[in-house]
């Protein structure tokens, strides 16, 4: 299986602040990496995929880059609705693997 | 617009089965691929499953190969996993995804989710 390991576990950071959170992954998984967002008790969110394609609706304060096993994901200018947990999934091969997650919290 | 809910959560106890439902509406759920995802605090995400939008095709993640069985009912516009042998290690929250096709290489990425329905396993 294909393992998936994000840094910093957690992040403190103020409203309007630059967020990068990174993603590695085990082995080349090209661009078949997605990210999402969940907020405490709901449902994750879909944000990114194809490493960089924001998905219909997401706010352009997020961005995705990368190829192969090193990916980030970057909220230029912080807001408050964004303090949340951050995921990225590798979709290349079965079994699908998330990464262990990302909480950014308000500082 | 796009809704998935799921339901048939609860209380179990080990080595009983249990079957999730996943009710879509606002898009054609015969053209969609679906999948079923879990969460715990301590594995995190964890994907579980795939059914092609015909049913034609399924994989599983292995280590519950031969005790859970996804199934849809493009009819009913409803997706379902069955859960034999539930175990303590299987309680979770479940969580029922769309995904779409996009690439030359037909790679399956998630859009839409459902709320989640919670399984605890416990005697």
């Known amino acids: 299986d294909i393992r998936m390991t994000q840094s910093p576990s957690s992040l403190s950071a103020s409203v309007g602040d630059r967020v990068t959170i990174t993603c590695r992954a085990s082995q080349d998984i090209s661009s078949y990496l997605a990210w999402f967002q969940q907020k405490p008790g709901k449902a994750p969110k879909s944000l990114i995929y194809a490493t960089s394609s924001l998905q219909s609706g997401v706010p352009s304060r997020f961005s995705g880059s990368g190829s192969g096993t090193d990916f980030t994901l970057t909220i230029s200018g912080l807001q408050p609705e964004d303090f949340a947990t951050y995921y990225c999934q590798q979709y290349k091969s079965y079994p699908f693997t998330f990464g262990g997650g990302t909480q950014v919290e308000i500082k | 617009q796009v809704h998935l809910e799921e339901s048939g959560g609860g209380v179990v106890q080990p080595g009983r089965s249990l079957r999730l439902s996943c009710a879509a509406s606002g898009f054609t759920f015969s053209s969609f691929a679906m999948h079923w995802v879990r969460q715990t605090p301590d594995r995190g995400l964890e994907w579980l499953a795939i059914i092609s939008s015909d049913a034609s095709n399924i994989n599983y993640l292995d280590s519950v190969k031969g005790r859970f069985t996804v199934s849809r009912d493009n009819s009913a516009n409803t997706l379902f996993l069955h859960l034999d042998s539930l175990r303590v290690e299987d309680t979770a929250v479940y969580f029922c995804?769309?995904?779409?096709?996009?690439?030359?290489?037909?790679?399956?990425?998630?859009?839409?989710w459902g709320q989640g329905t919670r399984v605890t396993v416990s005697s």
């Open positions: 995804t769309r995904s779409f096709v996009y690439g030359v290489a037909r790679a399956h990425a998630f859009d839409f």
